[in-house]
Antibody, heavy 123, light 103 residues
Framework: EVQLLESGGGLVQPGGSLRLSCAAS????????MSWVRQAPGKGLEWVSA????????YYADSVKGRFTISRDNSKNTLYLQMNSLRAEDTAVYYC????????????????WGQGTLVTVSS | DIQMTQSPSTLSASVGDRVTITCRASQSISSWLAWYQQKPGKAPKLLIY???SLESGVPSRFSGSGSGTEFTLTISSLQPDDFATYYCQQWKTFGQGTKVEIK
């Protein structure tokens, strides 16, 4: 059974940093691209970032480019999102997500989602 | 960047109704479109991938069609469990969502 378990969310001041983690199990982690998708309170889904199975290719939404860094440790089956220079508009539930299709970049969609972790940016 | 325009934003329907949601891409995306269902406080759930492929375990009343720039999600006979918000996605872009409400 595929499981994705996010952690690391919480309250942070504007300008601060936070690192999210996502522990994956139930599939061959290194074979699949992974993504982060967020959802601000009462709003729709927003794709944030993706990383290839090997970690060699990364992709970012314009809204987070230069501030967020996605990475993965395939030996630990763990995905990360380092978030720096956080802004109030980054407040959202952040979902870890597994891409459809072996060796895709995520372009086919998402077949499994974590339960989400809430990040609140406020003074 | 590709833009995805989903309509309507809200849809009021009754149990047993046939419901159709549309998603339009700003440029051709072949068949690389997925549809999700999300209920309040829950993670999204994959319904359809590659525009028309039904995810395992999803009821057959859900179907997807389209290619290029225009896509539809159809629920053939709306059930009480189907009242939720639906999103289309093409890789880095989600549609704005369609909330299906009880009429």
């Amino acid at each position: 059974e595929v499981q994705l378990l996010e952690s690391g969310g919480g309250l942070v001041q504007p300008g601060g940093s936070l690192r999210l983690s996502c522990a994956a199990s139930g599939f061959t982690f290194s074979s699949y691209a992974m993504s982060w998708v967020r959802q601000a309170p009462g709003k729709g889904l927003e794709w944030v970032s993706a990383i290839s199975g090997s970690g060699g290719s990364t992709y970012y939404a314009d809204s987070v480019k230069g501030r967020f860094t996605i990475s993965r440790d395939n030996s630990k089956n763990t995905l990360y999102l380092q978030m720096n220079s956080l802004r109030a508009e980054d407040t959202a539930v952040y979902y870890c997500a597994k891409a459809i299709g072996i060796r895709s970049s995520g372009e086919y969609g998402i077949d499994y989602w974590g339960q989400g972790t809430l990040v609140t940016v406020s003074s | 960047d590709i833009q995805m325009t989903q309509s309507p934003s809200t849809l009021s329907a009754s149990v047993g109704d046939r419901v159709t949601i549309t998603c339009r891409a700003s440029q051709s995306i072949s068949s690389w479109l997925a549809w999700y269902q999300q209920k309040p406080g829950k993670a999204p759930k994959l319904l359809i991938y590659k525009a028309s492929s039904l995810e395992s375990g999803v009821p057959s009343r859900f179907s997807g069609s389209g290619s290029g720039t225009e896509f539809t999600l159809t629920i053939s006979s709306l059930q009480p469990d189907d009242f939720a918000t639906y999103y289309c996605q093409q890789w880095k872009t989600f549609g704005q969502g369609t909330k299906v409400e009880i009429k």
